[in-house]
């Protein structure tokens, strides 16, 4: 089974991540939960939750969630930042961070919609 990478497609700072990660040949499998069609029971958690959290399902099938969820993808993805960030003193102030993003993203993601946006 290939690695998932679970994402909210609607957030537009999200999706510069998942296209870079696509650019690059990564061998993920990307699932948008934004999708109509999209079954939050494979995360065994609800919709909103699904959406809130970015979601990472490793080969062996392990969940994880927010925070950890990036760490994780960013390790299968041979990033140079992945073990600073998840050092056992960085990983807190990671977590707040992060929370900090989820909870703001939606206004944060707008206004990078806005100066991404191609001119008419």
């Not at 979601?55 to 994880?64: K, L, P, Q, V």
């Amino acid at each position: 089974m290939k690695p998932r990478v679970y994402h909210d497609g609607g957030c537009p700072i999200c999706n510069i991540e998942i296209q870079h990660l696509k650019d690059q040949g990564h061998e993920f499998e990307f699932v948008d939960v934004s999708r109509s069609d999209f079954d939050p029971a494979e995360l065994g958690v609800d919709r909103k939750t699904a959406e809130y959290w970015l979601h990472w399902m490793d080969a062996e099938g392990r969940i994880y969630q927010g925070y950890e969820a990036n760490v994780m993808m960013w390790k299968a993805a041979n990033k140079p930042w992945a073990s600073f960030a998840g050092h056992p003193w960085v990983a807190p102030v990671g977590r707040l961070v992060y929370k900090a993003f989820a909870r703001f993203r939606g206004p944060l993601g707008n206004i990078v919609g806005k100066f991404l946006a191609k001119p008419n």
